[in-house]
């Protein structure tokens, strides 16, 4: 059975930084293109960021500057940092393996807070 198990954010202060791993079992990471994606209150499940096998990094504009991805195929992991949250970016924050899209995470809530 496949799993992807997305662990890190809860409650961060504004302009703070924190990092979204995305652990995989019953495949190898290592085979696929993996992706986060963000779903704020009420909005569609939106792409952020993918790295392809090759380690190949593309990101909406915002992102760039703020945040990135990266991957471990060792620990079979993607991660996402994000640095200088702000108000705005509260959401559930999802990984996916594979483009077209084969597998997703359960989702991962990010809180925007003072």
């Known amino acids: 059975q496949v799993q992807l198990v997305e662990s890190g954010g809860g409650l961060v202060q504004p302009g703070g930084s924190l990092t979204l791993s995305c652990v995989a079992s019953?495949?190898?990471?290592?085979?696929?293109?993996m992706a986060w994606f963000r779903q704020a209150p009420g909005e569609e499940r939106e792409f952020i960021a993918r790295?392809?096998?090759?380690?190949?990094?593309n990101s909406v504009d915002s992102e760039r500057g703020q945040f990135s991805i990266s991957r471990d195929n060792n620990k079979n992991t993607v991660y996402r940092q994000i640095q200088r949250l702000k108000p705005e970016d509260p959401a559930v924050y999802f990984c996916?393996?594979?483009?077209?899209?084969?597998?997703w995470g359960q989702g991962r809530q990010v809180t925007v807070s003072s």
């Open positions: 019953g495949i190898s990471i290592s085979n696929y293109l």
């Open positions: 996916r393996a594979g483009d077209p899209p084969q597998y």
């Open positions: 790295i392809s096998n090759w380690a190949t990094r």
